[in-house]
């Protein structure tokens, strides 16, 4: 059996046929609100059931109760705000009660409900969702740069966006019914922002070994300069899968999604989205959603002894390395070898090499792996 | 028996542990709360899936076999 969407049921915001040829002829006589790509995301996510029990943008009650209690008001954990902003003058003459047509680059996206019109504190965000108010934060410096006010109500999405990964994208909805086609009753996802080495395969194997399958699910679309263009994970993992994997062990399916870098908080709010897609088990990284030095290393697995009650159940399997007395992939619970033995792999490194074109060594990542990657002229985001 | 509840039996050892976890964790006001609450927990988790009409599962497995997930 695979998990219960959070709060019981799958969301379904998209609105289709007949209701979406209405939705669209409303929104032509709606107030507008152009949104950007960030808010833009959350909503096919709301949409998709990606965030159920979210039906649309947190309103002020949900938003305080995300805020300091790390719940929704119907008492489901819940850890980031899911929220529209909007400067007054863009809603203009809005009330709550109105509905309003939600446009990204001029095309109209969805028809919101407006539930309430609130103003928030961007700094008391920071404070509880980040721990910091740090403006270099990179989420909080995101925090900081949105509007004044707080849009929520429930949304319908009428249309999607241009999506380049469109084969690789799977909603909730879909793999729920894929996991159970494949006959799979506990499955482990895991979330991913680069390409595998060997240390990813490891913590991937050490799950799978208690469990039917293996969702993998990288995060797609925004990208920093530097980072791994989302084509080439996908394609790394490919030849991973289908090189040092069983047939129909894994699922590989691409997620966008916005990513926070909220560190603790965040490891949660990945925990449920997994959930939704029905996963029952979750690998929760060293320093998961982390950035610079702002979290603990292991605060994403401490904040989970908060949720008893989160209905997915997290792996905290420690970080991998090769020893070469013990002649294979490790990690310090099971390793008695001293630091001289050990070959850390690290990502910053692994980059380096595949920047200068030099294949790494097999200790740190498949041949193939390396040469998927290789294969494009330029794997990384430019500048 | 009263109104719309029936009797259920359990080990008294069984009986024993959950009143030792409501005195420890409360949340619970007794024994029968508790198992009423884990049982709902247990048959909602069964009946959690979402219900797709056959035409609307057959069109999920058909994208799935298009991009060859199955």
Known sequence: MVSKPHGGRLVDRVARGRRRELLLDEAKELPRLEVGFDRAVDLEDIAHGVYSPLEGFMVQEDYLHVLYDMRLSTDHPWTIPIVLDADPEELGDVREGDDLALTHRGRVLAVMRVEEIYGWDKREYARMVYKTTDPKHPGVAKIYGMKELLVGGPIDLVDELPNPLERYTLWPAETRVLFRERGWRRIVGFQTRNVPHLGHEYVQKAALTFVDGLFINPLVGWKKPGDYRDEVILAAYEALVKHYYPRNVVVLAALRMNMRYAGPREAIHHAIVRKNFGCTHFIVGRDHAGVGDYYGPYEAWEIFQEFPDLGITPLFIREAFYCRKCGGMVNEKVCPHGDEHRVRISGTKLREMLRRGEKPPKTMMRPEVAEAVMSFDNPFVEA | ?70
């Open chain 2, 1 to 70: 028996m009263s109104g719309d509840k029936v009797a259920v039996h359990i080990s008294k050892e069984l009986y024993e542990k959950a009143k030792k976890y409501i005195e420890e964790q409360g949340g619970f006001e007794s024994v029968e709360e508790l198992v009423e609450f884990v049982l709902g927990e247990v048959l909602s988790e069964e009946g959690g899936e979402q219900v797709f009409s056959e035409e609307e599962e057959e069109k999920v497995k058909e994208r799935l076999r298009s991009l060859g997930y199955i």
